[in-house]
């Protein structure tokens, strides 16, 4: 498991979005409102993935007759 | 003494580069002064530097170019500027990692990316790295990656269509200077590429998000995403990037070696002969056009000499480039390039990306077992093959390969044979009229020829 996908599932994830922004940055560049919505909305999506993964992963182990490893379950969820 | 701003570096009003005195140099803005001193004073610029993610710089004690300048830097010279659309697979995707490395890196250091662009990155041989020092800017709590869109259209879309497409849809980042918008890359990708949760998110899922929010009147700064969720971002990323790949195909040119009718006495002799010209030319840099998997490249680089392999095929660059990255070889770099469509200059004003006759000439061109291909696979005559040569390089150490030659007669199999002038006599003229011969020599056990050129 890696440390985010550790930090990822103690927190939910209003805490991961809702941490207020101080001021505007000083990029160059248009980051585009559709891609900042869906960044945001990709944060909550990937901690729903990183907190059911091990869970999938029992359950799929359960039904297959293998053993669920603690390393399995602490492999990253996201792709 | 007048300094000249780079045509390439005006888009970031954090500073630009420019030449005094043949020297290149970076002027710093006072707007970005904050900026800048953080990179230094938390150790960031230092960690990259130590890691070889980063072009190193001397602050210089050198007048502004314009109005007032924070700092003046001189950056590392590179020997040689390459673009995306001339990667290999392999390359363009350790270019996608490095720039993750490196935000990851700098939100260590309560920094981040201000943008991902494909064209910050460089390779020093074989070895990828970000030339762009004024790309970071201090990390503001809450602020989601604000050059997230830019890495999705640089990186994560020109890769997905490597792999699941066609490999050379790469020269899609020749007209596409900001990257490939991600709408096009939603329709040209198969329906299977859903299937992966990176591309699904970050591609498919983010075109949609682009068309439906393209009119939002929501104010940006109000989107917040805590520095935690950032990793997270930054982890699936490199999740999607790593698990693209690309099965090479048989190609033409993968097996040319095993292919040819050169016996082992002539190839060991070729090889003695190209050592021994450039033994004789002491070249500060080498292009090798046509390289193929830079067998003979390597006869300059393994002498110290900075050396760029060309080849048309993405398979030959690909393995050329595996093979360098392996060796960690400082001196090659593996490029794919159409000879007979190079590289054009593009963007704005026609100077933002240079033209591959700009980025010369090189103090020696090699070109071995091309000529033919040139003149008789795409019907360029002699004397405009020599007038280009002649832009790319001071010395030409070419090879003559006569119609007789298996080769050639390959490539005359099935057309009819127009070329009345492909012929030695004719070869010797039309290089003549761009360069002085220096010498030549018969290749053992062939029918082939090699020349050492001068302009």
């Known amino acids: 498991m890696t440390r985010n996908s550790l930090a990822a599932r103690a927190l939910p994830p209003a805490v991961l979005v809702q941490i207020p922004a101080t001021s505007k940055a000083n990029a160059h560049i248009d980051p585009g409102s559709g891609s900042f919505f869906v960044q945001m909305s990709l944060v909550g999506l990937l901690y729903a993935g990183v907190a059911i ?22 492999e990253s969820s996201d792709s | 003494m007048s300094a000249s701003r780079h045509p390439s570096s005006f888009r970031d009003p954090s500073g630009f580069l420019f030449q005094r005195g043949g020297v290149l140099l970076r002027q710093i803005n006072p707007s970005y002064s904050a900026h800048y001193d953080r990179l230094i004073e938390s150790g960031l610029y230092e960690a990259l530097v130590k890691r070889g993610w980063l072009v190193p710089h001397e602050e210089m004690d050198e007048p502004a170019a314009a109005n007032v300048a924070h700092r003046v830097l001189k950056p590392e010279r590179l020997p040689f500027v390459s673009y995306p659309y001339e990667w290999s697979f392999s390359q363009y995707r350790d270019a996608a990692k490095l720039t993750l490395d490196i935000q990851e890196l700098a939100l260590k250091h309560g920094m981040t990316l201000k943008d991902a662009s494909a064209y910050n990155i460089q390779f020093l041989g074989s070895r990828p790295l970000l030339i762009d020092t004024l790309s970071f800017e201090i990390y503001r709590v809450g602020r989601p990656w604000v050059a997230y869109r830019q890495f999705c259209q640089h990186f994560l879309a020109p890769l997905a269509l490597m792999s699941y497409r066609d490999i050379r849809l790469s020269q899609l980042m020749r007209s596409q200077i900001d990257g490939i918008p991600l709408d096009l890359a939603d329709i040209l990708l198969p329906r299977r590429a859903r299937l992966r949760f990176g591309l699904l998110s970050h591609l498919f899922i983010h075109a949609k998000g682009q068309s439906k929010m393209a009119h939002s ?214 290089f003549g009229e761009n360069f002085r011969m220096k010498h030549s020599e018969p290749i053992a056990e062939s029918e082939r020829v090699l020349y050492w050129l001068q302009r």
């Not at chain 2, 990323?237 to 790593?242: E, G, K």
């Not at chain 2, 090479?248 to 040119?253: A, F, R, V």
């Open chain 1, 53 to 74: 993964k091990p869970y999938w992963r029992r359950t799929k182990a359960f039904l297959t007759g293998r053993r669920s490893t603690p390393e399995a379950d602490d």
């Open chain 2, 217 to 430: 009147k929501r104010d940006a700064a109000s989107y917040k995403v805590s520095a935690l969720a950032l990793n997270g971002l930054i982890s699936s990323l490199r999740n999607a990037v790593s698990n693209l790949g690309w099965k090479m195909p048989d190609s033409e040119w993968g097996s040319y070696y095993e292919d040819t009718n050169y016996t082992a006495a002539s190839a060991d002799h070729k090889a003695k002969l190209v050592s021994g010209m450039l033994d004789e030319i002491e070249p500060s840099s080498v292009w090798d056009l046509g390289a193929n998997d830079g067998r003979y490249s390597r006869l300059a680089s393994s002498r110290g000499v900075h050396t760029v392999a060309f080849d048309i095929d993405p398979v030959v660059v690909e393995k050329n480039y595996l093979q360098a990255r392996a060796s960690k070889d400082p001196n090659l770099l593996a490029l794919r390039i159409d000879l007979a469509n190079p590289s054009p200059a593009l963007g704005w004003d026609h100077r933002e990306r240079s033209s591959l006759a700009d980025r010369g000439p090189a103090d020696a061109v090699l070109a071995l077992a091309l000529v033919h291909h040139l003149a008789i696979g795409n019907n360029v005559p002699l004397g405009r093959i020599a007038a280009f040569l002649a832009r790319l390089g001071s010395n030409l150490v070419i090879e003559w390969v006569p119609k007789s030659d298996s080769q050639v007669q390959r490539l005359l199999a099935s057309r009819e044979d127009v070329f009345t002038e492909y012929d030695e006599g004719g070869f010797v003229r039309a």
